[in-house]
């Protein structure tokens, strides 16, 4: 690129960040004719996209603007961005999202827009991965910039959107990547795969437990909800209950309180079945531990036919939310019986509150479309976690927001 052509583009990027800024609606739908909704202008002291710009430019609602019916072109501006393939989950200099800036703002109807763009990205591009296509090649053509929008995981290599473990999600692109380096052993993180997760070596300390890239796999302040998790799935006892992922053994330390008659417990890694047996479940009349994974494990139990259970609880780690919806959608609906009850832990995105309600709605209409109807329990997780001590010696804070929504399913009558 020439030096005259570059400082074009940035005059370009300017002019949009600016119609945007000012709610200019005839300006912008110029503007974009020729430029991507996705621009940055790096010299500016904030870094950030068109979208960031317009919804910093609503002002804080605290102060008497709050976006209404009548801010037309507050919202118009909005719209008109993410038509144009503004990214929801952009990160600006400041690692805020625009939703982050909404709700920091207090712009609830602006925010409610963000995270309903997220809910269509991210079934959007569900139902690509569905068909075949290459997302990475969908968003070269529609993106000047080729910025990749993938809920709180995919997307530019130059910033980090995927959400902090316990989950992950992996564009394309990224999966071959961690694929290679898993077969080279060089793989960093190891919560970026579950196989190089079950490779690794944990650490069981007071109250949390690591795996050898320092992430937080589960740590003790889940504890109450873990617990309440155990009684909203198992009203009373006698009842047949399945937990996926051991871990440092809270769920199901909850689960026996409640008397069932037949507790099976799958894991695969090869430390947590040591700790299992060291600590006598293997022992229990009546638990059933299953070594190895869910996706090894389950389709023999349903061809075997010799299960069916109330309850079924899932919490994974260094698996994304595909292989949430697979565990749902294909072996839940299999294994509990008609008036049984499906919970799991939620906490996708967790490490930002707008990735998180994304993610929520995203599973509950998945959740429709698998034949679950969904309850939901709001819980105020321990005051001061965000910032604590507690995350000291882990790689980053899985946990940020203050309630965790609880989820507890049904079979649709």
Known sequence: MTEEASEGDVLLARRIISAAARHDVPALKILLKTGSANVQDATAPVASSPLHAAIAACGNAGAGKEV????????????????NGAIWNDLNSEDETPGCIALRLGQRRIYDMMVDAGVRAELLFSKMETLGLDE????????????????????????DKRPAPKRQKLSNGERQAVEQAVEEKVLDDV???????????????PGILLDESDNAVMMDWET??????????IPHAGLKVMNV??????????????????????????????????QGWYDKPNVTIHEGRWQDVLPELVEKGTVQLDAIYYDTFAEDYKALREFFSEYVVQLLGPTGRF????????????????????????LRQAGFDTAW???????????????????????TIDVYRLPVNTFTK
């Open 343 to 366: 919970g799991w832990y939620n906490g996708l995105g967790a490490d930002r509150q707008i990735c998180y309600d994304v993610y929520t709605k995203v599973a509950e209409i998945d």
């Open 245 to 278: 992922g051991h871990g440092m053994g809270i769920v199901d330390t909850a689960i026996q309180t409640h008397k069932p008659a037949e507790h099976h417990i799958v894991e695969a890694h090869p430390q947590v079945l040591q700790r299992l047996r060291d």
């Open 68 to 83: 209404g019916d009548d801010d037309v072109d507050a919202v118009r501006t909005v719209e008109l961005l993410l038509e």
């Open 136 to 159: 990475s090649e969908d968003e070269d053509e529609n993106d000047g910039d080729g910025d990749g929008d993938g809920g709180d995981d995919d997307g530019d290599e130059s910033h």
């Open 191 to 205: 919560s970026l795969d579950n196989r190089a997760y079950l490779k690794s070596q944990l650490r069981y300390k």
């Open 377 to 399: 329990e709001d819980i105020a997780v321990p005051s001061g976690l965000h910032g604590s001590k507690q995350w000291e010696g882990t790689r980053r804070p899985y946990w």
């Open 224 to 233: 109450q909800i873990m617990q309440r998790h155990a009684e909203t799935l």
